[in-house]
């Protein structure tokens, strides 16, 4: 997929002394199985299962894996839409797993997110007006012809125009619904937004306009994104770092030239090798394949996760879960074999 938009991957390198605005520790997310007449819990789902990593101001984190890996549902469990089973979310200093609903209404202002379908994820019974309104007047931003304005102007900041505020999203095409997402999301004027796949469901032409979009909102109005997906080339473009999940935990995470350049864990070498790529000179990409099937979350491996389909597996895989180490320069890999 070819996106005509600046590889970002060389110019955020963090330190450890900047400021976070965003570090999430040991996040879990298990959602109970139930079974007979009376509904009993004979198991958990472990769809996010000990995650941490860090967001800093003005980089975009990438967030991939394969589906059903719980990108989208560490994404939820940060805004606290569902709400987290264990671990830290810490925005600004704030901890805010230990807020109530109402101890969280001011944040909500600051963390936003943008949805994967822009066709459920808009009201159809809503002007387009009253979408974008809704957020403005719940939190008291502007009031009267302070709203009007407002609204117009983050319509034409996303490319549209005032005589789209009084249509319904069913006269709009995939590509201006989700415009009509951003807008809504940035209406609150946040600092922080989770992209959940906001390009998935979309045109290739139509996804590199959303993606141009995102990245001159970002320059323009200072942002931090979480971006979760499973194209890895539109990750490539986009991040400046990128951290890789599987089956719950995240496996990888570098500064996304490196990453691409230089993947340490195998599960990151054999995503990367599925991205397509041209045949120059004959030469032909060699792709690795993995055995078996992703395991149930509901009764994951022990040990690493990973190793009932590692090719470099060894005894101590199934035995102890690696840790996210340290490999230089940021690089981090939770592999008991990655050096």
């Not at 800093?56 to 890996?69: A, N």
């Amino acid at each position: 997929m070819a996106i005509s938009i600046e590889d970002k991957s060389e110019g955020k390198a963090k330190k450890d002394g900047e400021n976070v605005l965003l570090d999430v520790r040991n996040l879990k997310q298990y959602f109970p199985v139930k079974k007979g007449v009376l509904q009993q819990v004979v198991g958990q789902v472990k769809a996010v299962d000990g995650v941490s990593f860090r967001v800093f101001p003005g980089e975009t984190l990438g967030l991939v894996g394969e589906s059903g890996c719980g990108k989208t549902t560490t994404g939820r469990s940060i805004l606290k839409l569902t709400e987290p089973t264990s671990g830290e979310i810490i925005y600004k200093g704030q901890h805010l797993e230990k807020l109530s609903p109402r101890g969280m209404r001011p944040f909500r202002r600051e963390m936003q997110i943008i949805f994967q379908d822009p066709y459920s994820s808009l009201n159809p019974r809503m002007l387009v007006y009253d979408i974008i309104s809704e957020p403005i007047k719940i939190h008291h931003l502007a009031e009267g012809k302070g709203v009007d304005k407002r609204v117009y102007e983050l319509l034409d900041l996303v490319g549209l125009n005032r005589k789209h505020a009084k249509r319904y999203p069913h006269e709009f095409s995939g590509g201006q619904r989700q415009r009509i997402g951003v807008a809504r999301a940035l209406a609150v004027e946040p600092e922080l937004v989770i992209c959940d796949e906001p390009v998935s469901a979309l045109d290739v032409s139509i996804q590199a306009q959303i993606i141009n979009l995102l990245e001159d909102l970002q320059n323009e109005l200072h942002l931090s994104y979480i971006f979760i997906a499973h194209d890895l080339s539109v990750v490539k473009h986009i991040s400046d770092r990128v951290a890789v999940m599987y089956l719950g935990r995240i496996v990888e995470v570098a500064v996304s030239s490196a990453l691409y350049a230089e993947p340490k864990h195998p599960y990151t070498q054999a995503l990367l090798s599925a991205i397509p790529e041209p045949q120059v000179s004959g030469m032909k990409k060699q792709r690795i394949l993995l055995q078996g099937d992703v395991p149930s979350p509901i009764n994951p491996p022990a040990g690493c996760h990973f190793h009932t389909r590692c090719r470099f597996a060894q005894e101590v895989c199934s035995r102890e879960v690696p840790a996210l180490k340290d490999l230089g320069n940021g690089h981090l890999a939770a592999c008991h074999l990655a050096k």
